[in-house]
């Protein structure tokens, strides 16, 4: 199996079972070893008290993208810690992509960085990730 493969059946086997992701409105578009796209329309029940995108919808966009690629090699990984910087607001109807790329992997320890843009590519959000793989895998091999 090549790596690309691996990396989209460790995808289908994960949004098979991720309710969250869809349920906020999450598209994956992109998935590759190491690295993985997500993108979400900011509809208006994503609208905070400011009329602006939920920090919270951001960096669960972020997280998810950070997810699939940190799990791209068919090794179950989980975050172990993560931080989100906000650069500028979202709107409602504004469409967002998250594209996580892996910095840095050794042993059970990765790093992952996440950039957050909408549609015009004006940077939202800038994100962190350490995962850190456990037992299992997402299917057999």
């Known amino acids: 199996m090549t ?11 994960m ?9 906020l409105g999450m598209e994956l578009v992109e998935v590759g ?19 602006i995108c939920h920090g919270g919808v951001t960096f669960s966009l972020a997280d998810s993208a950070f997810a699939f690629a940190c799990n791209s090699r068919n090794v179950a990984t989980v975050a172990q810690t993560n931080t989100i910087t906000y650069i500028a ?3 409602v109807g504004d469409r967002l992509a998250a594209t996580a790329r ?4 050794a042993g ?5 960085d996440v950039t957050v843009t909408n549609q015009n ?9 350490q995962s850190r793989a456990i037992r299992g895998q997402l299917f057999e091999e």
Do not use: C, M
Not at 15 to 22: E, G, I, N, Q
Not at 35 to 41: D, F, K, P, R, W
Not at 121 to 129: D, L, Q, S, W
């Open 3 to 13: 790596p690309q493969d691996r990396a989209r059946k460790s995808a289908a086997a």
């Open 15 to 23: 949004w098979a079972d991720d309710k969250a992701s869809p349920w």
């Open 33 to 51: 070893e190491g690295h993985a796209t997500l993108a979400l329309t900011v509809a208006p029940h994503h609208a905070n008290g400011h009329a």
């Open 89 to 91: 607001p979202a709107r």
């Open 102 to 105: 892996e910095v840095h992997l």
């Open 108 to 112: 059970r320890n990765g790093i992952y």
């Open 121 to 129: 590519g004006t940077v939202i959000a800038e994100f962190r990730g």
